[in-house]
């Protein structure tokens, strides 16, 4: 008579691999479920005090568990072994994070310049997160929606990144002055949208 294998970690994570390389996307749920408090530790460490004024592990931990579900769904799972898989919960977590510091950058910079504008920002990221069931993500493209014109839109996100305005004016072909122009139009209009008053 044949023994019957003992059920260990590894290979119930072998297991729950090859069902998502199968597209089964149920399976990337019981990964996180099984796995989920192991994540939330290995990214506690990497969030700044700063950073947790927008985000959290469990938010990281929601945006890593829709990106899982989107491999999936769209058939780009190709992991085949743990360490591809942790290499790339590593790599989800980690741009996750890299994200919502350029949010709270942008945050920060905005807050340095023109609080009022910063705060009614920051409420309508809150708002928009509210409806999106956590997604900061999802907030932040709501945010962005105010920001019609595709050159003003490529400002605001490069500035989010910290670059100056000659930095700016590289990327989109416009003088470091035009850029400048332009971003104060550009916050003007946002206060328009958002309510606010000047100065």
Not at 141 to 168: K, N, Q, Y
Request: aromatic content about 4%; charged content about 30%.
């Amino acid at each position: 008579m044949r023994s019957v294998p003992a059920v260990t970690p590894a290979n119930v994570l072998t297991g729950l691999i090859d069902r998502m390389n199968h597209g089964d996307r149920e399976a990337a749920g019981i990964f996180l479920d099984l796995y989920g408090p192991l994540i939330r530790r290995r990214i506690r460490g990497k969030i700044s005090a700063s950073l947790k004024r927008i985000a959290d592990t469990g938010d990281i931990l929601s945006t890593l568990s829709r990106r899982l579900d989107l491999y999936i769904l769209n058939g780009r799972f190709e992991c085949h072994s743990e360490d591809e898989l942790w290499s790339l919960v590593n790599s989800i977590a980690k741009r996750s994070t890299i994200e919502k510091a350029r949010i709270l950058n942008s945050i920060n910079r905005l807050e340095s310049e023109d609080g009022p504008l910063a705060r009614r920002m920051q409420q309508a990221i809150d708002e928009s997160q509210r409806r999106n069931s956590g997604s900061v993500e999802l907030a932040w493209e709501d945010a962005m929606d105010l920001v019609t014109d595709p050159i003003d839109r490529e400002i605001v996100f490069h500035w989010t990144l910290g670059c100056s305005h000659p930095e700016i004016g590289e990327v989109v072909g416009l003088s470091a002055v035009a850029v400048r122009k332009r971003w104060e139009r550009i916050k003007v209009s946002l206060r328009e949208k958002l309510g606010v008053g000047t100065l």
